[in-house]
């Protein structure tokens, strides 16, 4: 198998962060620890830089070549691999609106050609990995849509679910106080289904109702979702105070102010927050949210700049959490041994990415990253 030696970087793992070399097996990480570089087929220097493992962002709506909210097609995809993955992005969930039921059931097939096989075989075709698929939506609030067509929104009952979730569908972001019963909670749970709380009016003790049914996640924690009061915490206060509960929050300064973040962080931990960037083709719209504008290189880079966390910590966030909370932490978001080969190589004094490597190969070297 060919063998990829990144030489003399400061890795980064969920552990520790220490000066070694590591070296790729194929598409899985070979080893760390002195290697000897006549044995490997190619050799990068890595001084002077962070060694991490590969960014995983379970919110990703779409972004300039591709727009997941309608029928995008295969091209449109393979473009926007490409972008993610100059910008350290290995792993996403590629994320579908409310819309048309019609038409989110036929962009969903068409996404699920890329889902749901095993983690390393959803490298092939260039594309970046799509361990499954995001809805946010239909089963919203009518009070708190955001940028979802109200149209569209659908009650929360088991008929309507069972149309729109199948063996693809790997996280949903839902209203629980539409699904009092907690029946239609407990059936997604039963498919594997990782539940998320968003786009809620939910109460403080509706929230705490549906953290009991296992709903242990809330989508971008303070956007879409009644404002934290001081006699009603609702469903923000409820999740921050939850040790149960993981909040994903989009750092981009628009959506969450630099002290916004910092309180989530600081009431969660490093360990149940998750960056995510609801990045979307539209991007924000004259300071509306119509989604966001940023990639995930960036969410690590301001939670730095920010002072809200170390850059090990914002690497967490960006990848190990994200990958354990669907499941997948023994192959994603962590270097060891057998795991994925996905890698980022940064600057050390800029946090400019200088390489990445995808499935145990150079996917972009420092002359395209650059940007990123």
């Known amino acids: 198998m060919a063998k990829l030696l990144i030489q003399g970087g400061i890795v980064v793992t969920p552990l520790e ?3 070694t070399d590591i070296w790729t097996d194929g598409a899985l990480v070979g080893g760390l620890g002195t290697c000897d570089s006549a044995n490997v087929d190619r050799v990068i220097d890595a001084g002077g830089c962070y060694v991490t493992p590969g960014l995983v962002d379970l919110q990703v709506n779409g972004g300039p070549p591709c727009d997941f909210w309608s029928e995008p097609g295969l091209e449109e995809v393979a473009e926007f691999s490409k972008e993610l993955l100059h910008r350290g992005v290995t792993t996403i969930l590629p994320t579908l609106i409310t819309g048309d039921i019609e038409q989110t059931k036929r962009t969903r097939d068409f996404l699920s050609q890329k889902c749901g096989a ?4 959803q490298a092939i075709d260039g594309m970046v990995r799509m361990p499954g698929i995001h809805l946010e939506g239909p089963f919203l609030s009518p009070a708190r849509p955001g940028v979802h067509p109200p149209q569209h929104l659908q009650p929360l009952e088991l008929a309507i679910v069972q149309q729109l979730v199948d063996e693809s569908v790997k996280l949903i972001t839902l209203a629980p106080e539409l699904d009092p019963s907690g029946q239609c909670i407990e059936w997604l749970q039963s498919k594997g289904v990782k539940v998320a709380l968003g786009h809620s009016n939910a109460t403080f003790a509706e929230a705490g109702a549906a953290f009991d049914r296992g709903v242990d996640l809330m989508t971008h924690t303070f956007n879409a979702l009644p404002p934290l009061h001081h006699r009603e915490p609702g469903a923000v206060g409820a999740a921050l105070l939850d040790r149960r509960v993981t909040c994903c929050m989009i750092c981009d300064g628009l959506h969450l102010s630099p002290a916004a973040a910092a309180l989530i962080e600081r009431c969660k931990g490093v360990d149940s927050t998750i960056l995510v960037t609801d990045i979307a083709k539209v991007g ?3 300071g509306g949210l119509v989604g966001a504008s940023i990639y995930l290189c960036e969410a690590v880079r301001n939670c ?5 966390s170390s850059f090990s910590d914002a690497i967490k966030m960006a990848s190990y959490n994200p990958a354990n909370t669907l499941g997948l932490s023994n192959q994603l978001g962590v270097l060891r041994p057998g795991a994925v080969a996905d890698m980022v190589v940064w600057d050390t004094k800029t946090l400019a990415i200088r390489h990445v490597i995808f499935n145990g190969k150079l996917a972009t070297g420092a002359s395209q990253a650059a940007r990123a």
């Not at 095993?118 to 075989?121: A, F, H, S």
């Not at 730095?304 to 809200?308: A, E, L, P, T």
Request: proline share 0%.
């Open 118 to 121: 095993g983690v390393v075989e």
């Open 17 to 19: 962060d220490r000066v």
């Open 284 to 286: 924000t719209s004259q």
């Open 304 to 308: 730095v700049q920010w002072g809200i």
